[in-house]
């Protein structure tokens, strides 16, 4: 049984199917069904506890960065074909953690994956190890060891991977974390961050960098776990909305959550739905989703 209950899912289900009109949208008390509409650039953050898997959809494109942990594969794909999705123009992998390459392998096997894209680094964990065997006979699969640009549909996307990883990879501390890829994707006028689990090492490369990190919308990095890196973090980021995948049993830490409301930042998170946000190029909205 997935970790968010059988009886919450099955309860979805039957929602869906009474409810869910193609293009119709259902709005009230912060929640909304139905699928987006064509025109609008959406992220889905599905509610998978602590772990992260997230739908980005603009027109016909369908990109997944992140696939959760090994048991939400079934109820990932049936999200998926819910949504008459059953080809990914991009698979990313943020880092080789259980919880963000957990199904990777069960989705190669069942999607039609154009392109795959992961940090340049190698994992130590049996869910990448199956991740790796799913793709032995891809022809496009790309290790990111330095930053690259590239536009699918009408997303901009930059992806930034570790810029001195052996500083990183050097330590007696778990480092997968600071490995993650960063994403940076734009639509319209409007900015999006991805941020993987990035931790104080990776913060402080980034922070020290070049780069205008501004952007309107975050997903928060470590599932909401407090870092003093954070407040630095969020003071160059300037987002508007952030995104935490956590769950119930294991939430974001107050501290970061007050840091967050001391900024004004508008807080959303996967313990009990998903967390779905719609951008026209202009505005964006956060709503929960059924």
Request: proline fraction near 4%; glycine fraction near 8%.
């Amino acid at each position: 049984m997935n970790k968010n209950g059988l009886a919450r899912r099955s309860f979805i289900g039957i929602l869906g199917l009474i409810l869910l009109v193609p293009g119709f949208w259902i709005w009230g008390k912060g929640f909304f069904l139905s699928s987006p509409a064509e025109e609008y650039f959406t992220i889905t953050a599905f509610p998978i506890g602590k772990a992260d898997a997230l739908l980005l959809q603009e027109g016909r494109t369908a990109i997944l960065v992140d696939t959760g942990e090994k048991e939400d594969g079934p109820f990932l794909l049936q999200e998926l074909e819910k949504r008459g999705i059953g080809r990914l123009d991009l698979l990313m992998i943020t880092h080789f953690d259980k919880d963000h390459v957990g199904s990777a392998s069960f989705l190669m096997e069942n999607l039609n994956v154009e392109m795959v894209m992961m940090p340049d680094y190698e994992g130590d964990r049996t869910e990448y190890y199956a991740f790796l065997k799913s793709l032995e006979a891809h022809p496009d699969v790309r290790r990111i060891a330095e930053t690259v640009q590239f536009s699918i549909g009408r997303l901009d996307w930059t992806v930034y991977p570790a810029e001195a990883p052996g500083l990183i990879q050097d330590t007696a501390e778990e480092y997968d974390n600071d490995m993650s890829l960063v994403a940076d994707i734009s639509y319209g006028m409007k900015s999006f961050l991805l941020t993987g689990d990035i931790e104080k090492k990776r913060i402080a490369q980034m922070l020290s960098s070049d780069v205008d990190w501004k952007h309107d919308w975050i997903k928060m990095p470590h599932h909401g776990r407090y870092q003093k890196a954070l407040d630095e973090l969020m003071e160059q980021v300037e987002p508007s909305w952030a995104v935490i995948c956590c769950s119930e049993k294991k939430p974001a830490e107050d501290k970061t959550l007050k840091l967050l409301e001391k900024r004004q930042i508008s807080v959303w998170d996967t313990s009990k739905y998903s967390v779905v946000t719609m951008c026209d190029g202009e505005t964006i909205e956060v709503r929960y989703g059924l």
